[in-house]
C-alpha cells in the first residue's frame, strides 16, 4: 500500500479535529516532505491520550525497517533536531554505535519531531542496556522493577527529544505473564495509583510493558501496558477523548486496530490510544518480534 501524502495531511488535520487539539500543517508538511519515501512506504499510526485538552496532542509515527536508513541527518538538515549537549544525545549516539539499528520516528501535529524509536535487530539483555553511561542512573536504580515487568532483555528503547525522556520496552509478552494482581503489584511498588479492578484486568491482557525514565528524576516516570484491541466503538473500556477517536479515526486499512496503553505515574493515570492507519503496524511489530528473538 501506498500513501497519498496530502491524504494523509488531510487525515492528520481530521485526528487533531477529532482529539480538540491544534494542527500546524507547516510542521505536519516539514515532517511530510523530510521523510517522503518513509510516509509513502512505510507502517503509519496515529495516536492521542485521555490527557486534558490543554496537554493533549495527536502523534503520528512510521515505520522503517530498512537497515540503511538513518533518520538523524535528514531531520537535522531540516532543522527538526538540534544537539545541544544534553544526555538524550549521546546515549543516541551510544546506541547506534553498539547495535545495528532500525527506526520509527514520532512527530506530533502542533509541532513536528519529538522521538525516535530504535529498534535492535537482536534483543539485547537489559543488564548490557544498564551498562551504557549516558543511561538515566534511574533505570539502574530500578533494575528488579524492569525485570519484574518482563523487561530483562530490551527489544525497542525511545528517545524522547521533545520531552527529554527515554522508554526501555519488553519483547512480545506470553498470554498469562500478566494478571490483575501482577499488574496491581507493579504499579503499586512504584508508589503509583493503584488501578480500580477493571483497568487492572484490561492492563492485565497487555502484550508489552515499558518504563520512562529522566536525566532529572530518581523515579520512574511512567509504567505502561500496552495491548491490542479491536472494539465496537462505544466500548465501555474507551473513555473520553479516546470514544470518539475509536469510533471516527479515519484509516486507510479494511479493519479497524487500535494499540491501547493504560499509563500510570506518580499521581496520574491516563490511557493511550493508537490507531493502526496503514493497517500494517501490527504486523510489522509481530514480525519483528519473531526476527528478534522477542517471542
Not at 538513518?70 to 547506534?96: I, M, N, S, T, Y
Not at 527489544?155 to 519488553?170: E, I, T
Request: glycine share 8%; hydrophobic share 40%; charged share 20%.
Amino acid at each position: 500500500m501506498r500513501v497519498d501524502l496530502a491524504n494523509l495531511a488531510a487525515d492528520l488535520q481530521t485526528y487533531a479535529k477529532i482529539a480538540d487539539v491544534p494542527f500546524a500543517g507547516d510542521a505536519v508538511w516539514k515532517m511530510l516532505d523530510t521523510f517522503p519515501e518513509q510516509y509513502a512506504g512505510s507502517c503509519i499510526s496515529v495516536r492521542t491520550t485521555t490527557h486534558p485538552a490543554e496537554r493533549r496532542d495527536v502523534n503520528f509515527r512510521f515505520l522503517s525497517n530498512d537497515l540503511s536508513h538513518d533518520p538523524v541527518a535528514p531531520l537535522q538538515r531540516a532543522g527538526e533536531l538540534a544537539f545541544e549537549g544534553h544526555p538524550v544525545e549521546d546515549l543516541l549516539a551510544e546506541l547506534v554505535e553498539r547495535y545495528p539499528v532500525w527506526w520509527g520516528v514520532d512527530s506530533a501535529v502542533s509541532h513536528g519531531f519529538e522521538k525516535f524509536w530504535v529498534f535492535f535487530t537482536r534483543g539485547v539483555p537489559l543488564d548490557e542496556i544498564l551498562e551504557l553511561p549516558q543511561l538515566p542512573t534511574a533505570a539502574r536504580a530500578h533494575r528488579d522493577a524492569l525485570v519484574a515487568a518482563g523487561i530483562d532483555v530490551v527489544y525497542l528503547v525511545g528517545l524522547d527529544f521533545w520531552h527529554r525522556s527515554v522508554n526501555l520496552y519488553s519483547g512480545l509478552l506470553p498470554p498469562g505473564r500478566l494478571s490483575p494482581p501482577r499488574v496491581a503489584g507493579l504499579v503499586g511498588e512504584l508508589g503509583f495509583p493503584v488501578p480500580d479492578e477493571e483497568e487492572r484486568a484490561l492492563a492485565a491482557q497487555a502484550f508489552q510493558t515499558y518504563h520512562t525514565f529522566t536525566w532529572e528524576s530518581p523515579d520512574v516516570q511512567r509504567l505502561c501496558f500496552a495491548g491490542t484491541v479491536r472494539p465496537p466503538a462505544g466500548s465501555a473500556q474507551w473513555h473520553p477523548p479516546t470514544g470518539r477517536f475509536v469510533a471516527e479515526a479515519p484509516v486507510l486499512a479494511g479493519r479497524r486496530d487500535f494499540i491501547f496503553a493504560r499509563t500510570y505515574g506518580p499521581g496520574l493515570t491516563y490511557q493511550k490510544v493508537e490507531a493502526d492507519y496503514t493497517g500494517t503496524t501490527g504486523e510489522t511489530f509481530f514480525d519483528y518480534w519473531r526476527r528478534s528473538g522477542a517471542s
